[in-house]
């Protein structure tokens, strides 16, 4: 057998895994009962936010000078535009769709990357409790937390794509980074220190809520291939691509 | 190496062991008296320096809008149609009265584009080629927040090159045979040839990332930018390069984000990632292994060539402009409200 059809059942074995993976996953959620296999996927990649997102960063210190910098609030020039929070929650979906259908962890990465600065664009639209006068200390306190944010999603992303039946669930990570950054944005309202340890503890929280819950995972999957469909739609509209012309993106 | 660098570089070398990397990189006037000090007269022509000075791309720095409000640039290009995706042969018109406001920027910003070029590419080289992308990038931040661009961009590129090392002339050659069998016709295809619309989304993100609040927030979006852009079989063919591409393209957004003039100069990084990996790919189809070393020095040739060159620069942030337009006003339109709801 040769190396690449090796590697195409592989391949179709992963997929056929998944796939069964999902069955399951809708048929709990249909019934209203949760799926062991899918908590302890859940739990796992909770524990992988918290060991990464807490793991100081061997450059530390430029990191600490970062943070000082970003505190100190000179250079920072939020604004708030409710009429990108919706356009920016839909490019969440269609990233993290990409991101799941990556061919590498580094690929999948760097779409999951802007998850974080484009959750603090759609704050209008996710967290509508908090008064918009406030929106702009939630931007600046995200900004803070975002190094350590960004390695916990890193840990959740690589333990979901180190499992076959898990790679699609990347799709649940934009939801996620919402629901994360809604709850900050709650903890800021109410006057409560947001650290960055607090932040990832956060995103830890939310990850085993929205993997661990059957019914939200479907949601999300169906949610996250509803709204890139549209969000290719919209783009591709008014003949923005030529019929000839191959599309290049991998997530079709 | 003319003078000038060796000045700079000694007067590094003694900040050093004396007070410092950063106190190296603040001191005031060390240009005085040196009469190749090309930079400090540049500055001076700008007032106080960047962040005070006016930028001559002001015509393209949007004030104030959001994410996608500041990539349309409202009121600046008024009375220009929304553009297509399909590139510069379909917008006819409206396409030529882009370029020729960006190209009036351009113009005026060219003699200090051109030096960036000169500073950027053996840096880009470096950083895509080896592993100290994480330490330039920070060391850039701390120097760029210190002082002003002649310090801070040569500071960083002098203090991780060998010694010795030229910014202008040598090693050009070299590149320019190793990549003398791509010719400007297929790097002309990428520039003029038609977007998908993957590719309007990567230059979308590259003009977020040009004026975004944080230097981490754009180098997560130029990274998803440059991704995004690239074809599914492109980065298949470049997987192995791929993360050092990313870093490269990384460390040239934070370096032009320095300061204000170079800023809006980020939206050319995608079409010098394109150009690259026109390059890449064209090795890797001939059966040559694509390593870190070849990107390295591919980057550094596009950089050159693309942030030396006012022709192309102003093509490629006028094809940006023309694409983020497009977009952003396809994909404002509102998503069900249910599909968000926390």
Request: charge should be neutral; include cysteine.
């Amino acid at each position: 057998m040769s190396i690449g059809a090796f590697e195409s059942e592989l391949e179709s074995e992963a997929m056929y895994e998944a796939e069964a993976f999902y069955e399951n996953v809708a048929t709990a959620a249909r019934q209203g009962r949760s799926y062991r296999p899918l908590a302890l996927l859940a739990m796992k990649a909770a524990r992988a936010a918290l060991s990464q997102g807490g793991t100081p960063d061997p450059e530390g210190e430029a990191e600490a000078e970062q943070m000082a910098a970003w505190e100190s609030g000179g250079s920072y020039h939020e604004t708030f535009n409710p009429r990108d929070a919706a356009p920016a929650a839909a490019l969440m979906e269609h990233l993290g769709h990409a991101a799941a259908e990556a061919e590498s962890n580094g690929e999948s990465f760097a779409f999951l990357a802007p998850l974080l600065p484009l959750a603090a664009k759609a704050l209008p639209l996710l967290a509508k409790s908090v008064v918009p006068k406030l929106l702009p200390k939630v931007a600046k306190i995200v900004t803070k937390v975002a190094p350590k944010l960004f390695k916990g999603l890193k840990g959740v992303a690589k333990t979901l794509r180190s499992n076959p039946a898990g790679k699609p669930l990347v799709r649940t990570l934009p939801r996620v980074m919402q629901r994360t950054v809604t709850d900050i944005a709650r903890q800021a309202a109410a006057g409560q220190n947001v650290t960055p340890q607090r932040a990832v503890q956060t995103l830890a929280k939310q990850t085993a809520q929205v993997l661990g819950n059957p019914r939200m995972v479907v949601q999300c999957v169906r949610r996250a291939a509803t709204v890139d469909r549209n969000f290719h739609q919209s783009m591709s509209r008014c003949g923005g691509r030529p019929k000839s012309a191959p599309c290049a993106c991998s997530c079709r | 190496m003319n003078d000038h660098e060796l000045e700079l570089e000694s007067e590094f070398e003694s900040e050093n062991e004396g007070e410092g990397f950063l106190a190296g990189l603040l001191g005031e006037g060390e240009f005085e008296g040196h009469p190749e000090g090309e930079f400090e007269s540049e500055w001076e022509i700008h007032g106080e320096g960047f962040n005070e000075g006016e930028s001559p791309l002001h015509e393209f720095e949007f004030e104030g809008e959001g994410f996608l409000g500041g990539l349309l640039g409202e009121g600046e290009f008024e009375g220009h149609p929304e553009g297509e995706f399909e590139g510069e042969q379909f917008f006819g018109k409206k396409l030529r009265g882009i370029l020729g406001s960006v190209a009036a920027g351009v113009k005026r910003a060219a003699p200090i584009l051109q030096k960036v070029a000169g500073i950027a590419a053996p840096l880009v080289q470096k950083v895509v080629s080896g592993p100290l992308a994480s330490r330039i990038a920070q060391i850039g931040n701390i120097a760029g927040q210190a002082g002003n661009v002649a310090n801070s961009i040569s500071g960083i590129a002098k203090s991780f090159l060998p010694p010795g090392f030229s910014f202008e002339g040598e090693g050009e050659l070299e590149f320019e045979m190793e990549f003398e069998s791509e010719s400007e016709a297929e790097f002309e295809a990428v520039m003029s040839g038609p977007l998908t619309e993957q590719q309007a989304l990567g230059e979308l993100m590259a003009a977020a990332a040009s004026r975004a609040a944080s230097d981490m927030e754009a180098e997560s979006q130029i990274g998803a930018g440059t991704m995004i852009a690239l074809s599914a079989h492109d980065r298949r063919a470049l997987r192995a390069v791929l993360a050092s591409l990313n870093r490269g393209s990384a460390v040239l957004t934070k370096l032009l984000r320095r300061h204000r003039i170079t800023a809006p100069y980020v939206r050319t990084v995608p079409t010098i990632v394109s150009r690259t990996a026109v390059a890449l790919r064209k090795q890797a189809d001939a059966g040559r292994p694509v390593t870190r070393q070849m990107a390295g020095r591919a980057m550094a040739l596009q950089t050159r060539r693309v942030l030396g060159s006012p022709a192309l620069c102003a093509r490629a942030v006028s094809r940006n402009i023309n694409a983020t337009k497009a977009v952003s006003q396809r994909i404002r339109r509102p998503a069900p409200r249910s599909a968000y709801a926390g």
